[in-house]
């Protein structure tokens, strides 16, 4: 299977890499604290090991599991050391009650990473429509999108690897409605569907 390096410590880092263990990939886990690092790449077991924050990640796709105010700064101090990885930004930028995205239209969190990632790399934008729960216990679609369809097609292969579904909604401008779908799963959350057991997919 993959290469996989991920960039954070909390729940989506630990869901996503207890799904990577279990499909056969080799993991890295890369914190700012060190020492919950390496306590959660205990926790995955396999091969999963601790990288130090700021080198160069081992895996060939890198995914940035932080809160979306911490994305481009991440990219941006990483710097170099992400030249040549496919970068997978997971996050929602919601506003303070989750009914809207907290940057205007017409970019996203995933093309702002892009705007500070090193030459060579690509980034591309992927579960986020996803609750962590139904993730960890579902089999729900991923929606991707970038603008390099040979790193598109990496993220695919470490996604179906996890058991899952990969769905490509197009260039990364796209990444803009992605995060606005995000926003549509709380909507539903708390009105039509009316809990938290579910997750956007194609029929």
Do not use: C
Not at 138 to 150: E, K, L, M, T, W
């Amino acid at each position: 299977m993959g290469s996989i390096s991920i960039i954070g410590t909390g729940n989506m880092a630990r869901t996503i890499g207890a799904l990577a263990v279990a499909g056969g990939n080799t993991v890295e886990v890369m914190g700012r604290d060190q020492a919950k690092a390496a306590d959660l790449a205990k926790a995955l077991g396999g091969s999963a090991t601790t990288g130090e924050w700021g080198a160069v990640p081992a895996g060939d796709i890198v995914i940035v599991a932080l809160l979306s105010a911490g994305v481009v700064p991440a990219v941006a101090h990483y710097g170099d050391a992400l030249a040549g990885k496919v970068i997978v930004d997971i996050s929602n930028p919601f506003n303070s009650a989750a009914d809207g995205l907290v940057h205007g239209e017409g970019t996203s969190i995933a093309q702002e990473a892009a705007k500070a990632a090193p030459a060579g790399a690509s980034v591309v934008k992927a579960f986020n429509t996803i609750f962590r729960h139904v993730l960890e216990k579902g089999r729900p679609a991923v929606f991707i999108a970038g603008d390099d369809a040979h790193a598109k097609a990496r993220v695919e292969t470490f996604v179906k690897s996890l058991g899952l579904r990969p769905l490509d909604v197009g260039d990364l401008k796209m990444a803009y409605w992605l995060e606005g779908a995000g926003v549509i799963t709380m909507g539903l959350a708390r009105h039509g569907v009316g809990n938290w057991d579910f997750a956007l997919d194609v029929a």
